[in-house]
């Protein structure tokens, strides 16, 4: 099972990477408190849940993006759209194998 197949359960994510709450929330910017509050049900604002699925589920190192990166996805779709898709497949399975 994927950590995503579901909706976000932050407890269960932060447990199956073997992290304390600690060191699973610093990671996005969150307090230990804030994040505990956010396992115990409290809403979790819709940012904080996107950062969430993008460092802890796919993984992504956010300290390593940059806005230049989103400049050059966003022109691939606009101006060369099959270029973007072509260049994602091949992302994909690179990835997997």
């Known amino acids: 099972m994927k950590l995503f197949d579901r909706v976000l359960n932050p407890r269960e994510i932060?447990?199956?990477l073997?992290?304390?709450?600690?060191?699973f929330w610093t990671q996005i910017g969150v307090t230990q408190s804030?994040?505990?509050?956010?396992?115990?049900?409290?809403?979790?604002p819709r940012p904080v849940q996107h950062l969430?699925?993008?460092?802890?589920?796919?993984?992504?190192?956010i300290a390593k993006v940059r806005?230049?990166?989103f400049e050059v996805v966003d022109y691939l779709k606009s101006h060369d759209?099959?270029?973007f898709k072509s260049l994602k497949k091949q992302?994909?399975?690179a990835?997997?194998?």
């Open 52 to 61: 969430l699925r993008l460092v802890h589920v796919e993984q992504i190192d």
């Open 91 to 93: 992302a994909k399975a």
């Open 34 to 44: 804030g994040g505990s509050r956010y396992e115990s049900g409290r809403n979790m």
């Open 18 to 23: 073997g992290l304390n709450q600690e060191q």
């Open 95 to 97: 990835k997997k194998g």
């Open 81 to 83: 759209s099959e270029l």
């Open 67 to 69: 806005k230049e990166d």
């Open 14 to 16: 932060r447990r199956r």
